[in-house]
């Protein structure tokens, strides 16, 4: 354990803050490698380097720091995709399409990211409220993605595509990081695009 002039000159506030960093850190490591079986104070407090006086000081327990960590790793997510599904173009199928490879993207690049999103601790209470969240998150940002204003009933079949895009995207996501899809990420981005919003079905401009 690092000794106790490792917070010399650093005042109270960002101590806290930087060991509150140095855990949220470890534990990210810890779940994306291990899943939730991994995380444990102890194993958090190793990882980390502090004592378990320091992760009490920041977190009421490891349900608490794991959803921090998935909240950090959401946030990341969204951003990805705002910025994919952020185009100068009211086409839905390069939305659906941007939107897609943005998430499959993210997660794939680390896999430790789409583990902790998609693929583990799916019992996990806490992590089930952040999941739904997510969910309804990457419904707004498709639907958000376009400016165009449609009559009534294009708006709402758009809104359809929007909501199956955002609960199928956890599965298509898990099965992807889990090989089950090949290695061609344009093939598969291409089949859900034209899963969710088939050529014949989509509405007219």
Request: aromatic share 6%; hydrophobic share 40%.
């Amino acid at each position: 354990m690092p000794g106790p002039t490792r917070w010399a000159g650093i005042s109270r506030d960002d101590r806290r803050s930087e060991r509150r960093s140095l855990l949220v850190k470890a534990a990210f490591e810890l779940f994306g490698e291990g899943g939730e079986a991994a995380v444990s104070v102890r194993s958090v407090c190793r990882e980390s380097e502090l004592n378990s006086r320091y992760f009490y000081e920041s977190f009421d327990d490891t349900d608490e720091l794991i959803g921090v960590v998935y909240d950090e790793v959401a946030a990341e997510l969204a951003a990805s995709v705002t910025a994919a599904t952020t185009l100068p173009t009211d086409d839905d199928r390069a939305l659906l399409r941007s939107g897609i490879r943005a998430v499959l993207d993210f997660s794939s690049t680390d896999p430790r990211r789409g583990k902790i999103l998609f693929t583990e601790a799916r019992g996990n209470s806490v992590l089930a409220a952040r999941r739904a969240a997510a969910r309804d998150e990457l419904r707004e940002l498709v639907l958000s993605g376009s400016t165009r204003r449609d009559p009534e009933p294009a708006q709402r079949a758009r809104e359809v595509t929007a909501a199956m895009y955002a609960g199928a995207m956890a599965e298509l996501a898990n099965q992807w990081l889990a090989g089950q899809l090949g290695d061609d990420l344009d093939a598969v981005v291409t089949h859900a695009v034209r899963l969710l919003l088939p050529e014949q079905n989509a509405p007219d401009r």
